[in-house]
């Protein structure tokens, strides 16, 4: 789940207003959103173990249901808005309206809570949430009018994930060529928000020296 990818993200700490590093000690209740994409995830996670989460699959504004499902994520926890430490928000790439609808939530809150408030990209998000993978990792997102947002991620020893080569977004065909040149061969776990269409466009651009291990599903944890 993205929420909880997010919690290993911003620990790290990017947050909104300048972007400063953030000190002192981990938050130990974040409530982390993510509506980058049409399906997109919340996540209450406390010392480090996630306590509840929810799958936000819509197919519309995600405004209809994200406080509801905040509310409810928040009663299966046992935990009030008020006990929240901090908060956190994917910001994007992805849809517009998602992501501007899930950082106005989470900036809501903490100013009504007088708690802080983390951002972090939504394709790291996806990288994070690729526990175990040992070599690179590949996230890819609907960017809509036909193309995909996408990044290369490499592996590190405490488990973080850095860039490759700036995020793109290209035509489906020609970002599976962009990846598969940014892999130079190697083997490579594939975290995605991409309905099955594009999936199929993407492997069109491999070339046969590149194996995929998976393609996952963010939203629904399928392997394919």
């Known amino acids: 789940m993205r929420g909880a990818g997010l919690f290993l993200v911003i620990l790290r700490g990017s947050r909104f207003g300048g972007g400063h ?61 008020e006990q929240i430490d901090a908060f956190a928000a994917g910001l994007g790439p992805g849809a517009f309206t998602g992501v501007r609808v899930g950082v106005a939530i989470a900036k809501g809150f903490g100013l009504a809570t ?24 590949v996230t890819a997102i609907d960017a809509r009018r036909g193309e995909v947002f996408f990044a290369v991620w490499n592996a590190s020893d405490d488990g973080a994930r850095s860039l490759r080569a700036p995020i793109e977004h290209r035509e489906p065909v020609r970002a599976g060529a962009r990846i598969a040149e940014l892999l130079e061969g190697q083997r490579a776990v594939v975290v995605g928000d991409l309905d099955e269409t594009l999936r199929a466009r993407v492997r069109e651009g491999r070339p046969r020296c590149l194996t995929l291990s998976h393609v996952a599903s963010s939203a629904a944890g399928r392997t394919t």
């Open 21 to 81: 590093e953030r000190t002192g000690p981990a938050p130990v209740r974040v409530l982390a959103i993510d509506t980058a994409t049409l399906s997109g995830s919340i996540a209450l996670v406390e010392d480090d173990q996630v306590r509840a989460e929810s799958a936000l699959l819509v197919h519309g504004s995600h405004s209809s249901v994200l406080v509801a499902s905040v509310r409810d994520t928040l009663a299966r926890a046992g935990v009030t808005l």
């Open 114 to 137: 007088g708690k802080p408030v983390y951002g972090a990209c939504s394709l790291q998000l996806l990288a994070c949430a690729a526990l175990g993978a040992e070599g690179p990792v």
